[in-house]
């Protein structure tokens, strides 16, 4: 049996005009080819469709029949060609996303988050709160679609494109003496002899090397007396009093009694936010629409 859809339209028309005349009209063919059709049809269903004299057409229960089923068949074809072109524009589908735990405080990447969960409703977004080094096996293996994270070492399979850059501050107790400084006069070297708050090296988040980084290269090796697995740790123990840390602008938003945010006078304490995805795996349109979305936004203030 090799039944198309374009005899299932035939039948249709013929069906819903009983008049071979004005079916042909509608489907825009010839009457003789229609005739044909409809014979070649009911052929191959192997039973009379339609009942027919020289002056009227009617369905026999066969036909009646069979038009219900062709009409599912002509609505789930044509439900499928829009479920189809709906995720071709990027309109429904999943989205995968990793992100670090100062993501949601980032302006850039909430607001558009946001906006994107507003103009594409059926987008099934899923997000994985992971640290940057953390995200790089999922997004390798195809688990995550989109990464945003700090900077770091990526493998040469994966791509980055810089979101944006964001200060770094110092996090100090409130009533600490650094608090009185001038907002333009914070320096690494204030912070050489006290006590930090930081990342465990177990935890491996790019923020623990970076900052280290920068510090080394200031000539300080920070005296950490608390070791913990996440920045929200941080700043509440800094709330407690039990010692002072750097973190990202973002985590500015966080406000907590008992913890200053302070500027730091240093050009190069500064951040950046990428946006990460495989070279080889096409991103889904979702994806693309979501990364133009952010990049475009990413100009406004952390």
Request: no cysteine; proline share 5%.
């Amino acid at each position: 049996m090799n039944i198309e859809l374009r005899h299932l339209r035939y039948f249709i028309a013929v069906a819903e005009e009983l008049h071979f005349g004005r079916a042909a009209q509608r489907l825009r063919i010839s009457q003789p080819p229609l005739s044909q059709q409809i014979q070649a049809l009911e052929e191959m269903v192997g039973a009379r469709l339609l009942a027919r004299n020289n002056r009227n057409v009617s369905l026999t229960q066969a036909g009646e029949m069979f038009l219900k089923e062709a009409w599912q068949v002509i609505d789930q074809v044509n439900r499928a060609a829009e479920k189809a072109a709906r995720l071709e524009r990027g309109e429904s589908g999943e989205l995968t996303i990793g992100f670090t735990s100062s993501a949601p405080f980032i302006g850039a990447v909430s607001r558009n988050l946001r906006a994107f969960r507003q103009s594409h409703p059926d987008v099934h977004i899923k997000m994985r709160e992971i640290n940057t080094k953390q995200q790089l096996e999922p997004l390798l293996n195809g688990e995550l679609d989109l990464g945003v994270m700090r900077n770091t070492r990526l493998p040469e399979a994966l791509q980055h494109t810089l979101l944006l850059r964001e200060p770094m501050l110092a996090v100090v107790p409130e009533g600490h003496p650094l608090a009185q400084l001038a907002p333009d006069a914070l320096r690494f070297h204030h912070l050489a002899q006290e006590p930090f708050v930081f990342f465990s090296r177990e935890v491996g988040t790019a923020l623990y090397d970076e900052t280290l980084l920068l510090l080394e290269n200031a000539g300080i090796t920070p005296y950490i007396t608390q070791e913990v697995g996440e920045a929200m740790t941080i700043i509440g123990l800094v709330s407690a009093g039990l010692g002072v840390s750097i973190l990202p602008a973002s985590f500015g938003r966080v406000k907590l009694d008992g913890v200053k945010y302070l500027p730091l006078a240093e050009p190069q304490a500064q951040t950046e936010v990428w946006l990460v995805h495989h070279r080889q795996r096409p991103l889904t349109a979702a994806a693309r629409t979501l990364m133009q979305m952010m990049l475009t936004g990413s100009a406004a203030a952390v």
